[in-house]
């Protein structure tokens, strides 16, 4: 979250204007955030000491302060693929994959729990069996790893970029070219900490392919390959082209548009996964079809594009 010190907070502590500002929060938890680098000044860490000149802009990024703990809970879950390495769960959008501030339950991980005996600890508790992530809204394929010894076969396999990463997604705006590659580094944003950008210059490398599948009028529907895992790397990517992902308010895509169906997500999908078998090296080939709100869209788009 973000606050704005205005001129009557000069010469404010720091912990004292956010304490003020988020009252529901004590001030001893505000001031661990500091310590943690959870609260930056106009994008910087500072002292929860430090005096507010009284124009700043302070993101506010929370933390629990209570361990949390990962519970198996009865929750259905649908498997495209199965064996004795590795569960590949097609993830429904509007799940968490583990649990996090404001997260503890409903979560892919507390689900996984319920269905399987062992899951990888690699990741520790909060995170068993857990290789990558997809965002909240973002649905399909994610490989879960059994056991250790697959955990580490794949996250090899991630970090070599050896795993084929497929998403299909609707963007604003027709694309001018037929396919495209972004690298530009994706990075924090420093003034909207709750997202991510590729405007700075400088911070991880990303690599987005891209071809487009079909243009409408207002929309182009795209495969997309990524060859990193980076925080919104795709959102991020397109929308730096100015192309946001559809419904992706946060990285620009307008609230609703006159005569198209709205969605109560962003159109990311995760359509396929490929990666090789931790035991036999054999590669295995995921697939999961677009869900029934993103093909209802796509269907509406071509009936209105004639």
Known sequence: MTLIAEAADAGKRLDSFVHERLPKFSRSRVQSWIKDKLVLVNGAEAR?????????????EPAELEPLKAKPEDIALKILYEDDDVVVVDKPAGMVVHAGAG??????????????TTLSS??????PGIVHRL???????????????????LARQFHDREVEKIYLTLVHGRMEQITGRITAPIARDPIRRTRMTARTGHGRSALTEYKILRQFDLFSYLEVKIGSGRT??????LSSLKHPVFG??????PAEIPGVPALDRFFLHA???QFRSPSTGETIRVESPLPPDL?????ALRTSDG
């Open 48 to 60: 929860a000491s430090a005096l507010l000149k009284g124009s700043e802009t302070v993101a506010v």
């Open 103 to 116: 997260h503890n339950t409903g979560t892919l991980v507390n689900a996984l729990l319920h269905h399987f």
């Open 122 to 127: 690699v990741n520790g508790e909060l995170r």
């Open 135 to 153: 965002d909240k809204e973002t649905s399909g394929a994610l490989v879960v790893a059994r056991h250790d010894a697959a955990h580490q076969s």
């Open 232 to 237: 919104h790397q795709i959102r991020v990517h």
């Open 248 to 253: 992706d308010r946060l990285y620009g895509a």
């Open 271 to 273: 359509h396929s996964l």
């Open 295 to 299: 093909l209802e869209l796509l269907a």
